[in-house]
Antibody
Framework: EVHLVQSGGGLVKPGGSLRLSCAAS????????MSWVRQAPGKGLEWVGR??????????DYAAPVKGRFSISRDDSTNTLFLQMNSLKTDDTAVYYC?????????WGQGTLVTVSS | DIVMTQSPDSLAVSLGERATINCKSS????????????LAWYQQKPGQPPKLLIY???TRESGVPDRFSGSGSGTNFTLTISSLQAEDVAVYYC?????????FGQGTKVEI
């Protein structure tokens, strides 16, 4: 059974940094493309970014609002996905989800709340 | 970037009646080489992550009731709930995966 277990959310001041983790199990993580999707309070879904598998070059793509501030990485030895968030803004306040990226997203983590506030 | 626009923003449907949600993309999400539409639909209930309902515009995810169906091609798509049940109250999103930069519609809230 596929599991995506997230950790690392919390309260951070504007300009600060935070790293989210997503521990994966139940599938071959090494072969998987993974994405992050976020949802601001009371708002819709917003794609944040993606990392390809190592065999596909481990290429990353990012949405315009986070490009240059956020970085996605992976550790295939521990089946863990990361989202490093720097220069955080109040607009980054959201629940962040990790997903298996098959183009569409059939599996989601439980979500973790990131609050950016002074 | 491909912009996804859903209509309506919300709708109220009686139990057992049909619900129809539309999704329009700013450019075609039909990949002509394989004739697949790179379009998915999700259901989200409060406090839960989204659940995949439909992919390739019309393929139902395993375990999804057959009252949910997807149709359309190119830039215009529809999610239909043929006979609304109480447990279908949720927000529904379309998503395109044609572009390397993913994008979702703004969501449609379905109420009884």
């Amino acid at each position: 059974e596929v599991h995506l277990v997230q950790s690392g959310g919390g309260l951070v001041k504007p300009g600060g940094s935070l790293r989210l983790s997503c521990a994966a199990s139940g599938f071959i993580f090494t072969n998987a493309w993974m994405s992050w999707v976020r949802q601001a309070p009371g708002k819709g879904l917003e794609w944040v970014g993606r990392i390809q598998s190592k065999s596909d070059g481990e290429t990353t793509d990012y949405a315009a609002p986070v490009k240059g501030r956020f970085s996605i990485s992976r550790d295939d030895s521990t089946n863990t996905l990361f989202l490093q968030m720097n220069s955080l803004k109040t607009d980054d306040t959201a629940v962040y989800y990790c997903t298996i990226d098959s183009g569409h997203y059939g599996y989601w983590g439980q979500g973790t709340l990131v609050t950016v506030s002074s | 970037d491909i912009v996804m626009t859903q209509s309506p923003d919300s709708l109220a449907v009686s139990l057992g009646e049909r619900a129809t949600i539309n999704c329009k993309s700013s450019q075609s999400v039909l990949y002509t080489s394989n004739n697949n539409n790179y379009l998915a639909w999700y259901q989200q209930k409060p406090g839960q992550p989204p659940k995949l309902l439909i992919y390739w515009a019309s393929t139902r995810e395993s375990g999804v009731p057959d009252r949910f169906s997807g149709s359309g091609s190119g830039t215009n798509f529809t999610l239909t709930i043929s006979s609304l049940q109480a447990e279908d109250v949720a927000v529904y999103y379309c998503q395109q995966y044609y572009s390397s930069l993913g994008s979702f519609g703004q969501g449609t809230k379905v109420e009884i």
